[in-house]
């Protein structure tokens, strides 16, 4: 990596007894202060964890354009396309069209949108000339009968900041898997850069997990991607959450050597690069305090275990490619992508942001 003042620090390697501590700053001698993660594909844990029911993410998968009606109501509607990235529309129960965008995902051969769908059992999907391919995925995350994760008995943290692992928040680890395989094995390569992104979806949630579970979902199945795409989540209340699935250490991220799992948040800018998402649209409205805060925290805590200055522009160059981009340590979606990611009101407060992370 070369970084102007953000080289990698000598013995920065993220091992479990440095990564995890508690809130006090002193370190715990276990992979991740929580017992086990329940990670495993088949759902069982072990010692340290609690058996706690979330509802099954129930879906209804449709092909082309015209009505769709659905068996249950629907929190989203997934969609993907091929051909020109913009021109598809939905219309839900019948209400009015409304113009399907990207929002913070995206992908190189066509369109996909993650919609809003108010519990709406019919929805309609329209896409002019130059767009075909079209498939679409109601997705309910509320309703569906219980099923039982195991989820560590004790908080979770990544150096003292309190985190949701993906059993806490009712990850169903069946999604990650397609044909009996992982659909996305784990690779890893050491953190370059930081990279802020907003969900764009409705603020003022009341069930932000069953928002996580919904884009888990979409990214996992409708994207093909075989994960969700960030690797943290933050919610209004500053709730963090565990994103991409890491390994089976206890590590969120990371793997014990300290290199970062590549995600999926940022096309052709994912290997080293961590994406943190901030539940809700921020293109008109900032970020809660409190999810401010525990981004900032966040990053800053990150960052000061690889070494990594807040503040520093960089080369970032992509392992796998050799792709080089001049860009800030801490950026956002839209430095990399056409995207309108983070928003702007959230764009405006990355130097903010900065300049509170790199405070000692």
């Not at 759902?43 to 015209?66: I, M, Q």
């Not at 209004?236 to 994103?243: F, L």
Request: glycine share 14%.
């Amino acid at each position: 990596m070369i970084a102007a003042g953000g080289a990698v620090a000598a013995g920065a390697a993220l091992t479990p007894m440095v990564f995890a501590a508690g809130d006090s700053g002193g370190t715990d001698n276990s992979a991740s202060g929580s017992g086990d993660t329940g990670n495993s594909p088949s759902g069982s844990g072990g010692s340290g964890t609690t058996p706690e029911k979330f509802p099954a993410t129930r879906t209804e998968a449709a092909t082309g354009t015209g009505p769709a009606t659905t068996a249950f109501a629907a929190s989203y509607v997934g969609v993907r396309w091929s051909g020109a990235k913009e021109g598809a529309a939905i219309r839900l129960a019948h209400g009015d069209w409304q113009n399907l965008t990207s929002g913070c995902a995206a992908v190189e051969d066509g369109g996909t949108a993650l919609v809003a769908a108010g519990e709406a059992e019919v929805y309609e999907l329209r896409a002019p000339t130059g767009i075909d391919g079209v498939r679409s995925l109601a997705i309910d995350t509320t309703g569906g009968p219980d099923r039982t994760v195991q989820v560590p008995s004790e908080p979770t943290r990544v150096r003292g900041v309190g985190y949701l692992s993906r059993p806490a928040w009712g990850a169903d680890e069946s999604k990650r898997y397609k044909d009996g395989k992982v659909n996305s094995p784990e690779v890893y390569y050491p953190l370059q850069v930081i990279t802020v992104h907003h969900t764009a979806t409705p603020n003022d949630d009341p069930d932000p997990a069953a928002t996580v579970r919904a884009t888990y979902e979409y990214h996992a199945i409708t994207n093909d991607w075989g994960d969700i795409g960030y690797h943290f989540l933050i919610d209004e209340a500053g709730t963090v959450y565990e994103g991409r699935y890491s390994g089976d250490d206890g590590i969120p991220a990371f793997n014990p050597d300290g290199d970062l799992v590549t995600a999926f948040h940022s096309v052709g800018y994912n290997s080293g690069a961590l994406g943190i998402a901030l539940i809700g649209n921020l293109q008109e409205r900032p970020p809660t305090d409190a999810a401010k805060a525990s981004l900032i925290r966040l990053i800053k805590v990150i960052a000061g275990f690889k070494g990594l200055d807040p503040q520093a522009r960089v080369t970032y160059t992509n392992p796998v490619n050799g792709t080089k981009k001049d860009t800030n340590t801490v950026g956002g979606h839209r430095d990399y992508f056409d995207t309108e990611c983070p928003g702007q009101v959230m764009y405006d407060l990355l130097a903010e942001v900065r300049a509170a992370a790199a405070r000692r």
